[in-house]
């Protein structure tokens, strides 16, 4: 077999129920991280069960410079929204392992 690399730009869409923006912002970060080893090993038993002979290695995941493009509030389109609220970049937030709350399933 052989390694093979991929480069894929993605756009990812994150909802987030907050108090305020800022503290929506900071929370973002922490679900856009590669996935565990224990999430890529499901991901290859879910292929390997549908006959992909093709097993993955590694996610290396990095955001576009850290900005984050506010484009909705209470299902409102935000897209031309103007002011720094729109695309400041926030302030780093740790990963977070905590688990989700059921109602996010």
């Known amino acids: 077999m052989s390694d093979f690399a991929f480069k894929v730009n993605l756009v990812a869409v994150v909802r ?3 108090a305020e923006e800022n503290a929506a912002r900071r929370v ?5 991280g590669a996935p565990s080893a224990a999430e890529i090993g499901l991901a290859n ?3 390997a069960a549908v006959g992909l002979d093709a097993v993955i290695l590694d ?3 990095s955001g576009e410079g850290g900005r984050i ?3 909705e509030i209470d299902g409102k389109s935000y897209l031309n929204g103007t002011g720094a609220a729109a695309t400041s970049a926030p302030a780093p937030a740790p990963h977070s392992e905590a688990p989700r709350p ?3 399933k």
């Open 16 to 18: 987030v129920l907050a």
């Open 28 to 32: 973002v970060p922490t679900v856009l």
């Open 45 to 47: 038993q879910n292929n």
């Open 59 to 61: 996610v290396d995941l």
């Open 69 to 71: 493009k506010l484009i």
């Open 102 to 104: 059921s109602s996010w």
